[in-house]
């Protein structure tokens, strides 16, 4: 899988993950979906610039749009790589129209929006995105975004959450516990040969990893979702079948896996100032664009990206 399927795999897996009862808080994102000081700047952007046609590029569950008041806007469009993420918004948006594509690709016509939106998204696209963003712009339309920034408050807990990732990985707990129960399930169901004292290795080198996750679940919700959830399995392993309890370990694997991949593309697309300008300046002119950081509940978490696209 290249490094763009992979990072499409990635945020799938979390809006599909949006959808099931059981995900929580345990595999969310850094949670900007309901803020307030988020919700009051798209209220202000929706009212100081009425639009036609909106897009809102890397839409997620269309948590932008939801701030549009204006009965005259004619066109709601989200673009989002992921369809989880599409079916989400277009469910929660009323007249919304929901697009699966890159950003650095939008299958709408040039010349097109009034008003181009991105909340944490088309950063992500890189920088092909900014020429994408002039071409769909109207002549004195406007991009405006709340994007990541270096070494922001948003940053610097993505930075802390690999850490805890990359331990866990390394611990090789997934891996450890699954020899180890498969084994001792078999000796214990009279389908091994092995005697107890041949399973000591096993459980002493599984003992190491299950140390470093009980390290980490103080700070770390995933370490502790982890830990708990092989516990409980391993507790009650009486009542089940051995590929029931290698399936819930191979899918928190994955789970891990794909976190960590979200997390990674959240650092690697943060801004600096200077990248930001260039992307605000492929779209439209120096006395056309301002940048500025965004606070919400008063940490920096990102910067806040305008530009106009000038006459064509």
Same mark, same amino acid.
């Given at each position: 899988m290249?490094?763009?399927?992979?990072?499409?795999?990635?945020?799938?897996?979390?809006?599909?993950?949006?959808?099931?009862s059981e995900?929580?808080?345990?595999?969310?994102l850094?949670?900007?979906?309901?803020?307030?000081?988020?919700?009051?700047?798209?209220?202000?952007?929706?009212?100081?610039?009425?639009?036609?046609?909106?897009?809102?590029?890397?839409?997620?569950?269309?948590?932008?749009?939801?701030?549009?008041?204006?009965?005259?806007?004619?066109?709601? %469009?989200?673009?989002?790589?992921?369809?989880?993420?599409?079916?989400?918004?277009?469910?929660?948006?009323?007249?919304?129209?929901?697009?699966?594509?890159?950003?650095?690709?939008?299958?709408?016509?040039?010349?097109?929006?009034?008003?181009?939106?991105s909340?944490?998204?088309?950063?992500?696209?890189?920088?092909?995105c900014?020429?994408? %963003?002039?071409?769909?712009?109207?002549?004195?339309?406007?991009?405006?975004?709340?994007?990541h920034?270096?070494?922001?408050?948003?940053?610097?807990?993505?930075?802390?959450?690999?850490?805890?990732?990359?331990?866990?990985?390394?611990?090789?707990?997934?891996?450890?516990?699954k020899?180890?129960?498969?084994?001792?399930?078999?000796?214990?169901?009279?389908?091994s040969?092995?005697?107890?004292e041949?399973?000591?290795?096993?459980?002493?080198?599984?003992?190491?990893?299950?140390?470093?996750?009980?390290?980490?679940?103080?700070t770390?919700?995933i370490?502790?979702?982890?830990?708990?959830?092989?516990?409980?399995?391993?507790?009650?392993?009486?009542?089940?079948?051995y590929?029931d309890?290698?399936?819930?370990?191979?899918?928190?694997?994955?789970?891990?896996?794909?976190y960590?991949?979200?997390?990674?593309?959240?650092?690697?697309?943060?801004?600096?100032?200077?990248?930001?300008?260039?992307?605000?300046?492929? %779209?439209?002119?120096?006395?056309?664009?301002?940048?500025?950081?965004?606070?919400?509940?008063?940490?920096?978490?990102?910067? %806040?990206?305008k530009?106009?696209?000038g006459?064509?």
């Open positions: 290249d490094s763009i399927e992979q990072k499409n795999h990635d945020w799938s897996n979390y809006w599909n993950g949006r959808t099931a995900t929580g808080e345990v595999f969310g850094i949670e900007v979906e309901t803020n307030d000081d988020l919700a009051s700047f798209w209220r202000s952007v929706f009212e100081d610039y009425p639009a036609n046609k909106v897009i809102d590029l890397a839409c997620g569950a269309g948590s932008v749009l939801q701030h549009v008041g204006d009965p005259n806007t004619k066109e709601l %469009i989200g673009v989002d790589i992921s369809q989880a993420a599409i079916d989400i918004a277009v469910a929660n948006v009323s007249g919304l129209r929901g697009i699966v594509a890159s950003a650095t690709n939008v299958p709408l016509a040039s010349q097109s929006a009034d008003l181009v939106v909340q944490f998204g088309f950063e992500y696209a890189g920088k092909d900014a020429s994408e %963003i002039a071409r769909l712009l109207k002549p004195g339309g406007m991009f405006i975004a709340v994007a920034m270096k070494n922001s408050a948003i940053e610097q807990e993505c930075k802390s959450r690999l850490a805890g990732l990359v331990k866990i990985e390394d611990s090789k707990f997934v891996e450890r516990a020899v180890m129960i498969a084994q001792i399930i078999a000796f214990e169901r009279g389908q040969n092995q005697s107890r041949d399973l000591t290795p096993l459980i002493d080198d599984f003992s190491e990893a299950q140390t470093t996750l009980v390290s980490l679940a103080e770390n919700r370490a502790t979702h982890l830990y708990t959830g092989t516990k409980q399995l391993f507790e009650r392993r009486s009542s089940y079948e590929k309890i290698e399936g819930w370990l191979d899918g928190m694997q994955l789970e891990v896996s794909a960590r991949g979200r997390m990674e593309s959240m650092i690697n697309a943060a801004l600096t100032e200077s990248e930001a300008l260039e992307l605000l300046n492929t %779209i439209g002119v120096d006395e056309d664009c301002h940048m500025a950081p965004f606070k919400m509940d008063s940490d920096i978490v990102g910067w %806040i990206l530009a106009k696209r006459a064509v």
